[in-house]
């Protein structure tokens, strides 16, 4: 049964888009656009990371901020009465750290602005999800999804039931769920540590309780992380799920813990050093370094049961599920978002990417099931290997950003 589930990466792996290896579970960006009587003015704000990927077709020499700014230029446009209102002035300002944020200010002239086109980062990556919300006077008038299928927002359908459909929000989050490289990694990861299908359902929901967690205190505005900080751990995970594939396999699973231990504290000592992060970050790396020592110790402990084994990976699937679902909570806090009328189009989102979780899942072992004469032994260490590698690389990169 073990074999089975190895075997299930074949299928799994394809669903993989190696290209965006720096890509997060989601691609997102937000805006806020404020209405007056001559036209409307909007500050959109997109993470760093997704600003990264314009250079793959664009001038390497630019600075980010300068890119996106002559890329939002050139990729959102206002209408009023069918007609295009000129661009009155455009400004990089001021964002929180890992974010990039741009002003734009659109003349109508005497004609209402009525509808937003936004193409912006769909053709660096079409499963980008941009949020936008409409002000007047201080009041918020509606918010919208936009997508590459739907780019444009007339503002005369504000409060229609198409704008704030619950099902739609479940598509767009099954679909969105196959463009999240580093959360697939991760649940190759568990199904490679879990060996069994019964131990790949518990790993799997101890994941999605951490993941929900996570997501509804973000939703309920409890908590605010830091999306550095966050992106980088997640990185961690990946391929520290990797690493105890190999140690299940070895006696000398101290070395390992304390490899794992002494990087963490290493890249969190030298991001502070150089002025990366901040000094009181350096606790952090320090926290997660020890809980990745302890965890693998543990897993590997000589007088472990079964039971107590099953019920460790439950504990520690949900604990990193906790950060895979802050990795969402840290954008969801910079957007204001919450306590709005998104709230129950988010959650249908949120629940349409659990699906999606669920189906990868389901996938990966029914193909594991068939594949399982026909794929070379090697292929799961093959797999480990390659997962220790890109979770350092994100770890390693996104720490130092």
């Not at 002239?109 to 999800?129: I, N, S, W």
């Not at 990185?235 to 594939?245: H, N």
């Not at 590997?300 to 439950?314: D, G, I, N, V």
């Not at 990966?364 to 997962?387: E, Y």
């Amino acid at each position: 049964m073990k074999r089975n589930v190895l075997m299930a990466l074949t299928l799994a792996a394809a669903l993989f888009h190696w290209q965006d290896l720096a890509a997060h579970t989601r691609s997102e960006s937000y805006s806020h656009w404020y209405l007056s009587e001559n036209g409307v003015s909007g500050a959109v704000t997109v993470p760093l990371r997704e600003v990264m990927l314009l250079y793959g077709g664009g001038d390497a020499s630019v600075p980010p901020r300068a890119m996106l700014h002559d890329h939002l230029v050139a990729d959102i446009a206002i209408f009023a009465e069918q007609s295009a209102c000129s661009l009155l002035s455009s400004n990089v300002l001021q964002a929180a750290s890992g974010f990039v944020r741009v002003e734009l200010a659109f003349n109508c002239e005497d004609k209402p602005a009525d509808a937003l086109q936004f193409r912006a980062m769909f053709d660096a990556t079409p499963a980008h999800v941009h949020y936008a919300k409409l002000h007047r006077d201080g009041l918020l008038l509606g918010e919208a999804l936009i997508t590459d299928g739907n780019d444009t927002w007339v503002f005369g359908s504000l409060g229609s039931a198409a704008t704030y459909s619950f099902s739609s929000f479940l598509r767009i989050g099954v679909e969105h769920i196959a463009g999240g490289i580093d959360h697939v990694a991760f649940l190759l990861g568990l199904l490679l540590i879990a060996g069994s299908i019964g131990r790949s359902i518990v790993a799997v929901t101890g994941f999605t309780l951490g993941h929900s967690i996570s997501l509804a205190a973000a939703v309920l505005g409890y908590v605010h992380a830091d999306g550095q900080l966050v992106e980088a751990f997640i990185g961690f995970t990946v391929a520290l799920v990797a690493v105890e594939y190999f140690v299940l396999r070895r006696s000398d699973t101290r070395r390992f813990a304390f490899a794992c231990l002494a990087l963490a504290w290493l890249t969190g000592i030298v991001a502070v050093a150089l002025g990366y992060l901040g000094p009181r970050s350096i606790f952090a790396y320090a926290g997660f370094g020890l809980f990745a020592a302890c965890y693998l110790l543990a897993s590997r402990a000589p007088s472990m049961q079964e039971k107590r084994a099953t019920a460790l990976l439950f504990i520690a699937t949900c604990c990193f599920g906790l950060v895979h679902g802050f990795g969402f909570a840290g954008f969801l806090m910079e957007t204001g978002l919450l306590g709005t009328s998104l709230f129950m189009p988010l959650l249908g989102f949120n629940l349409g990417v659990e699906i999606g979780q669920l189906i990868l899942v389901a996938l990966a072992l029914v193909g594991g099931a068939l594949l399982r004469n026909h794929t070379p032994r090697v292929l799961p260490q093959v797999t480990a290997a390659a997962l220790c590698g890109i979770g350092l690389f994100w770890f390693v990169s996104r720490t130092m950003s």
